[in-house]
């Protein structure tokens, strides 16, 4: 029937990339951008835990762009 809208990028429904809001890629929580640190970090990181409570070792971490985890 309809035939497929051609799509250049592939990236249909979801605008939260480039320059959207950034997600850790080991848990999926949302991250904040730490301009200082030229990265992003998890909400309030306690003992190795992040706001919404996942244990993950990228809690106190920088993250990139991607969300994934840069190691110091
Ligand atoms: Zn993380
Ligand atoms: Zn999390």
Known sequence: ???????????SGSAETAGGPVTCSACGCR??????LNGWLHFSPMAGRDARGCSVSCA?????ARGHALSR
Do not use: I, K, R, S
């Not at 029937?1 to 990236?11: D, L, Q, R």
């Open 1 to 11: 029937m309809a035939f497929p809208a051609y799509n250049t990028n592939g990236n």
């Open 60 to 64: 106190d971490e920088v993250h990139d």
């Open 31 to 36: 991250l904040q951008h730490a301009a200082d």
